[in-house]
């Protein structure tokens, strides 16, 4: 068994689908199980339903949802021959879900009806795709993955119910048959049959999962990319090829922000040293970047910038020093609020915490520590991590910055500074 994942861009057109078709094809004479992500900017577009449903803006939220789903039937009808009828029908019952729900009034929380609304993105691509497939004469079965995967309920960032996933898997398809089988990634269900997701960009996640239980020969993912490139290529034209890469390494490139590999998708790998392949879907014979123990040396600097970044500057009310009880008490309210700092500085009486500028969360954070901490926000930060960083590499990047602090080991710089 190898295991595929294809992201949203490897299925944003028909072509897309088609070539994605031709990659399946040529690798058809193993057992595969494919994830495959929402197409193109799905995703991007059902936040912004969720977001007008939950601001009470109904017909707003309908007409949103509307677009979305003139989008997968405009590309069904284009893929679509023979099966395009069965297909429909299978289609219309993902829009029925979610505009039961649209038409209703929200009185959960917001994260529970991201979940709700933004899992039918990743289920409306493998219907489709799924259907191409066998009309093209590449039999799979198509799974709903919400069948298989059994999360926690938190909603947005779900933790996996591991022995129960396991039980669930021994009953679906997978463990009596093979061949080729299609499912979702970044989603999963709980014990109510409530969809829920694993975080943004989780079906790298839901990929490992699977080559781990399936105890996969490897884990492709495919991307727009020939591999793992040194920096993102579209804000740094000069980022360089890296054609190989240990696990740790890759653990701390995704824990600072980079946006190739998924931050837990390492772990189910590691555990059962199973290889990760970065491949580009474009260029499928290209050898990509293979991710293994093997630890890969004179690695080039590795370059991430995270943007939309606030400082927390938080300060003891009376000088006393920033001890154990206020630093516990602190991390129990990130916990709560479901947030993770992308960096902390400490000193005698203060603490500084930068986050992803998540307004609602970050409003939380602030009135909770207020109890015990003076606490003042700084918006608008840009914050740059090189990984084996040269100081002139450093220098250069910061080079008129207004630079607020900087970490540094020797192996990673992190710089904060004004946008």
């Given at each position: 068994?190898?295991?595929?994942?294809?992201?949203?861009?490897?299925?944003?057109?028909?072509?897309?689908?088609?070539?994605?078709?031709?990659?399946?094809?040529?690798?058809?004479?193993?057992?595969?199980?494919?994830?495959?992500?929402?197409?193109?900017?799905?995703?991007?577009?059902?936040?912004?339903?969720?977001?007008?449903?939950?601001?009470?803006?109904?017909?707003?939220?309908?007409?949103?949802?509307?677009?979305?789903?003139?989008?997968?039937?405009?590309?069904?009808?284009?893929?679509?021959?023979?099966?395009?009828?069965?297909?429909?029908?299978?289609?219309?019952?993902?829009?029925?879900?979610?505009?039961?729900?649209?038409?209703?009034?929200?009185?959960?929380?917001?994260?529970?009806?991201?979940?709700?609304?933004?899992?039918?993105?990743?289920?409306?691509?493998?219907?489709?795709?799924?259907?191409?497939?066998?009309?093209?004469?590449?039999?799979?079965?198509?799974?709903?993955?919400?069948?298989?995967?059994?999360?926690?309920?938190?909603?947005?960032?779900?933790?996996?119910?591991?022995?129960?996933?396991?039980?669930?898997?021994?009953?679906?398809?997978?463990?009596?048959?093979?061949?080729?089988?299609?499912?979702?990634?970044?989603?999963?269900?709980?014990?109510?049959?409530?969809?829920?997701?694993?975080?943004?960009?989780?079906?790298?996640?839901?990929?490992?999962?699977?080559?781990?239980?399936?105890?996969?020969?490897?884990?492709?993912?495919?991307?727009?990319?020939?591999?793992?490139?040194?920096?993102?290529?579209?804000?740094?034209?000069?980022?360089?090829?890296?054609?190989?890469?240990?696990?740790?390494?890759?653990?701390?490139?995704?824990?600072?922000?980079?946006?190739?590999?998924?931050?837990?998708?390492?772990?189910?790998?590691?555990?059962?040293?199973?290889?990760?392949?970065?491949?580009?879907?474009?260029?499928?014979?290209?050898?990509?970047?293979?991710?293994?123990?093997?630890?890969?040396?004179?690695?080039?600097?590795?370059?991430?910038?995270?943007?939309?970044?606030?400082?927390?500057?938080?300060?003891?009310?009376?000088?006393?020093?920033?001890?154990?009880?206020?630093?516990?008490?602190?991390?129990?309210?990130?916990?709560?609020v479901k947030i993770?700092?992308?960096?902390?500085?400490?000193?005698?009486?203060?603490?500084?915490?930068?986050?992803?500028?998540?307004?609602?969360?970050?409003?939380?954070?602030a009135v909770a520590?207020?109890?015990?901490?003076?606490?003042?926000?700084?918006?608008?930060?840009?914050?740059?991590?090189?990984?084996?960083y040269t100081k002139?590499?450093?220098?250069?990047?910061?080079?008129?910055?207004?630079?607020?602090?900087?970490?540094?080991?020797?192996?990673?710089?992190?710089?904060?500074?004004?946008?």
């Open positions: 068994m190898k295991v595929f994942k294809f992201g949203g861009a490897s299925v944003s057109s028909v072509d897309r689908i088609k070539n994605v078709g031709e990659i399946i094809r040529q690798n058809s004479d193993a057992s595969l199980m494919i994830i495959i992500s929402a197409m193109g900017k799905t995703t991007n577009a059902l936040e912004k339903v969720v977001d007008s449903f939950f601001a009470g803006k109904k017909e707003e939220a309908l007409s949103l949802f509307q677009a979305v789903k003139q989008n997968h039937l405009t590309t069904a009808k284009y893929l679509l021959i023979t099966s395009y009828n069965q297909t429909l029908e299978e289609l219309v019952n993902f829009f029925t879900e979610v505009e039961w729900l649209l038409h209703d009034k929200p009185v959960q929380d917001y994260d529970y009806y991201y979940d709700q609304v933004v899992c039918v993105g990743e289920l409306l691509s493998t219907c489709i795709v799924s259907a191409y497939l066998n009309e093209s004469g590449i039999t799979n079965q198509w799974l709903d993955v919400r069948d298989i995967l059994r999360t926690d309920d938190n909603f947005r960032d779900a933790g996996i119910c591991w022995d129960v996933t396991v039980e669930n898997l021994a009953k679906s398809p997978i463990s009596s048959s093979s061949g080729i089988f299609i499912t979702q990634g970044f989603i999963g269900s709980t014990d109510e049959n409530e969809s829920t997701t694993l975080g943004r960009e989780g079906s790298d996640y839901s990929a490992a999962i699977f080559a781990n239980l399936l105890n996969a020969q490897s884990l492709t993912i495919w991307k727009d990319v020939e591999g793992v490139m040194s920096a993102d290529p579209k804000e740094f034209p000069a980022a360089t090829f890296i054609d190989a890469l240990s696990y740790n390494e890759v653990i701390e490139m995704a824990f600072y922000g980079a946006q190739v590999i998924h931050p837990k998708t390492i772990k189910p790998l590691q555990n059962k040293k199973i290889p990760l392949l970065v491949k580009c879907f474009t260029n499928p014979s290209a050898a990509g970047t293979i991710i293994s123990l093997k630890n890969a040396k004179g690695l080039p600097p590795i370059v991430v910038v995270k943007q939309f970044q606030v400082l927390l500057h938080l300060h003891t009310h009376d000088f006393s020093f920033v001890g154990e009880k206020p630093m516990s008490r602190f991390y129990e309210i990130l916990s709560e993770k700092p992308n960096l902390i500085q400490t000193g005698a009486v203060s603490l500084q915490v930068c986050f992803d500028d998540k307004a609602e969360k970050i409003d939380k954070i520590a207020g109890d015990f901490f003076e606490v003042q926000l700084e918006k608008g930060l840009t914050l740059l991590t090189i990984r084996h002139e590499l450093l220098e250069e990047m910061c080079l008129g910055k207004d630079v607020v602090f900087r970490q540094q080991s020797k192996e990673t710089v992190q710089v904060l500074y004004h946008a």
